[in-house]
């Protein structure tokens, strides 16, 4: 008899237990605020000589990298830009500019359009529904001051505007080796030269912490 008075409790446990569960599968699903996060790969740098005689005439950053917003509620994400932070701490920022074909970021190395990459479309601010990814396809503003100090072991950071917070939010932090002589500011030959640079957590996830592709020991084509 001792057992009658406690099933009805045991079962109102399992019941209130049941609903938890059915809200908090209800709001992951429904409700979860947006949230961004991302990855980048690497990086190319571009430098550009229209008289094909080694003079610089012009210069790009093409990131390889993606966000995905894994909230319920869409985000609208109305900028982005990437902060440098080099040796000596200084910071420099760098934005999306105009967009690219996908083969100049993830087939740079056959990539030889120059026409393409400085006649796209403006950027221009976008969503994120529910789990969608969107993959960066802009090349990145790159000034000379920029590219100069751009040199040894740089920290990259990723960071977005969006119309849920005023303020900037970082969603993706890692390191840029450029080596010590990059070969950015090294004399240009030929019309068209693609640099790539890989981040360290993409060296350390493809080689098991063994980097086989480094700036110092990778040439220019």
Not at 4 to 33: D, E, N, Q, R
Not at 85 to 94: C, F, G, I, L, P
Not at 133 to 141: A, D, E, G, P, Q
Not at 145 to 153: A, M, T, V, W
Request: proline share 5%.
């Amino acid at each position: 008899m001792k057992w009658s008075g406690a099933i009805p409790i045991l079962a109102l446990i399992i019941s209130a237990l049941a609903l938890g569960v059915s809200l908090l599968v209800g709001w992951f699903t429904a409700i979860k605020p947006a949230q961004v996060i991302g990855d980048l790969s690497y990086l190319v740098v571009w430098r550009f000589s229209s008289n094909n005689d080694g003079v610089v005439t012009d210069t790009a950053i093409t990131p390889a990298f993606w966000l995905r917003n894994t909230g319920a509620r869409p985000i609208i994400i109305k900028d982005i830009r990437l902060i440098f932070s080099s040796e000596d701490k200084s910071q420099y920022h760098a934005y999306p500019v105009t967009s690219v074909p996908l083969t100049a970021i993830y087939n740079f190395s056959e990539f030889n359009e120059y026409g393409r990459i400085s006649t796209g479309s403006p950027f221009n601010s976008f969503s994120l529904t529910k789990y969608e990814l969107w993959t960066s396809s802009y090349k990145f503003s790159a000034s000379s001051e920029l590219l100069h100090k751009l040199i040894g072991q740089v920290k990259i950071i990723v960071q977005i505007s969006t119309s849920d917070e005023p303020e900037w939010k970082t969603v993706i932090e890692d390191y840029l080796d450029f080596g010590k002589a990059p070969y950015h500011l090294q004399k240009m030959i030929g019309g068209q030269q693609a640099i790539p640079v890989y981040t360290k957590r993409w060296k350390l996830r493809m080689y098991d912490g063994r980097p086989i592709l480094t700036i110092d020991n990778w040439s220019p084509r």
